[in-house]
């Protein structure tokens, strides 16, 4: 068996849930080593806070020190020591005096249970899913949108030997980026596609058939043939096809797609591929509650 396997980046989440009083973290003096501007923009604050958090996060089941998280995060010890400070009050990092680790708090938790429902929907998809791994021998996706990003969220694999393993469940991909986060992006109403577009520039700049003007005309391309397609762009040996899932107010809930080798995806088969993937997106719809698009009157 032959696989494809590239990835971009995997974050995979766990929760260590801790039952505490809360007790006093460790003062940390400030260092003219301290990165942080005082002129520093809200948004740079919230990024910086928002990646020590999804760093303490992964390192939910045994921990992690002030230091570590400073370090992976690229944030002076002072500058860490601040918003884990501000994390905590929050609720939503904890501190153990006892072994000075850091572990997500109770509020994640909290909020995990809130946002469980939307993962009710990989439950509803798993048949679909392996019915079109089984009915297209290729590998089918299933997206859903996590801010500016796309997450995977669950992967079936069919039976041609030469496996396009792309993504993993739990890797993230900034929008525009694949079949099924194209599929998302495009879904969306033009200002917010625009805004989405220019917070991921840098994210995208390493892929040079992303930039703002080639993603422009895919989202136009994927909305007149109803279906996005990644034909090489990401990969030469690799081709794919996705399509939206909508909720019931009509926006993109997730994307269902589908990754081959590009000899797969022939113009001649993308046909039956894409109606293969219609009839498993409007079925999940209609699990999710949402009432079907009245049939155009001839």
Request: hydrophobic share 45%; net charge positive.
């Amino acid at each position: 068996m032959v696989c494809i396997v590239r990835r971009l980046k995997s974050n995979k989440l766990s929760f260590h849930l801790m039952r505490r009083k809360d007790v006093p973290m460790p003062a940390v003096a400030e260092s003219d080593h301290d990165t942080a501007s005082p002129q520093a923009s809200l948004t740079q604050s919230l990024d910086r806070a928002i990646g020590l958090l999804e760093e303490v996060v992964n390192h939910a089941a045994s921990g992690a020190a002030l230091g570590a998280l400073a370090e992976q995060a690229r944030l002076s010890k002072p500058t860490a020591h601040r918003l884990l400070n501000g994390l905590r009050k929050l609720g939503l990092v904890d501190y153990d005096e006892k072994t000075r680790l850091f572990f997500p708090g109770l509020k994640l938790y909290r909020m995990g249970l809130a946002s469980a429902a939307r993962f009710d929907l990989v439950q509803l998809a798993q048949p679909g899913m392996a019915l079109l791994a089984e009915e297209t021998g290729d590998t089918v996706y299933l997206s859903l949108r996590a801010g500016d990003s796309a997450l995977c969220v669950a992967r079936q694999t069919g039976s041609f030997p030469i496996r396009t393993l792309t993504l993993e469940v739990g890797d993230y991909r900034p929008l525009g980026l694949g079949a099924g986060s194209l599929a998302l992006l495009a879904a969306l109403p033009d200002d917010e596609v625009e805004q989405v577009i220019a917070r991921n520039r840098e994210k995208l700049a390493p892929h040079a058939n992303f930039d703002p003007a080639n993603l422009r005309a895919m989202v136009r391309q994927t909305r007149e043939q109803g279906h996005s397609l990644n034909d090489g762009k990401m990969l030469p040996e690799m081709a794919a096809i996705g399509v939206t899932v909508r909720d019931v107010a009509g926006r993109p809930a997730a994307a269902l797609s589908i990754a081959t080798i590009t000899s797969r995806m022939r113009p001649e088969r993308r046909a039956s591929v894409v109606a293969l993937l219609m009839r498993e997106a409007r079925a999940l719809e209609q699990a999710l509650g949402v009432a079907p698009a009245p049939e155009a009157r001839p």
